[in-house]
């Protein structure tokens, strides 16, 4: 089940009800199709992004399925997308960002979130707070990867991200969750067995 944008700043406990409401009332809702992108590599991303539905991978322009190597992040359902500074800063992004399954974005442009600030002047201190939580969430998933066995791992993923870990291709998987694709399908073939590791 998709989260809201409710859902995620609720629990920050910064905004009042009624201006969480007037938030999630200004995002708009813009389908992409799988493999459409949300920017090119040298563009520039003018629009606050809300994740409500689907898989946002960022990386090069090259073909999605042979350019594992090359991908850089991915961004889940549920979620902010905070990929560099060019939202902030207006400067080009260095990734093109596409999404890898058809999806559903919320979108505030710039413009309507400098409204935002001037109407809800919390919303500021909603975005620093929601920038640091992904920069820790992305810390701790990094040291998770370096400690943690390839089983473990895949295993972690599939039990918090089952949806996800279904959805997202193999090779993409295997590049997310640091595993060289032929042992991701080793490992996947055997608890697919009923293997224990």
């Known amino acids: 089940m998709s989260q809201s944008i409710r859902d995620v700043i609720s629990p920050l406990n910064i905004l009042s009800k009624s201006e969480i409401l007037n938030v999630s009332k200004s995002f708009k809702?813009?389908?992409?199709?799988?493999?459409?992108?949300?920017?090119?590599?040298?563009?520039?991303?003018?629009?606050?992004?809300?994740?409500?539905?689907?898989?946002l991978r960022s990386g090069s322009n090259q073909d999605q399925d042979s350019d594992v190597s090359q991908s850089k992040d991915f961004t889940f359902e549920g979620n902010f997308l905070f990929s560099?500074?060019?939202?902030?800063?207006?400067?080009?992004?260095?990734?093109?960002?596409?999404?890898?399954?058809?999806?559903?974005?919320?979108?505030?442009?710039?413009a309507e979130l400098e409204g935002i600030y001037e109407?809800?002047?919390g919303f500021v201190a909603v975005l620093r707070q929601l920038?640091?939580?992904?920069?820790?969430?992305?810390?701790?998933?990094?040291?998770?990867?370096?400690?943690?066995?390839?089983?473990k791992r895949y295993a972690d993923f599939q039990r918090n991200f089952a949806l996800l870990a279904a959805q997202l291709p193999e090779g993409q998987l295997a590049h997310f969750l640091q595993i060289p694709t032929p042992e991701l399908s080793r490992i996947r073939k055997k608890i697919s067995l009923g293997s224990t590791f």
């Open 131 to 151: 920038t640091q939580d992904e920069l820790e969430k992305q810390e701790k998933l990094i040291n998770l990867i370096k400690i943690q066995s390839p089983q």
């Open 84 to 110: 560099g500074n060019s939202l902030l800063t207006n400067e080009p992004f260095p990734h093109s960002i596409h999404a890898l399954i058809d999806s559903e974005i919320l979108v505030l442009t710039l």
């Open 29 to 55: 809702s813009v389908q992409i199709k799988k493999n459409d992108y949300l920017v090119n590599s040298g563009g520039h991303l003018d629009s606050l992004v809300f994740l409500k539905k689907g898989i």
């Open 119 to 121: 109407s809800i002047p």
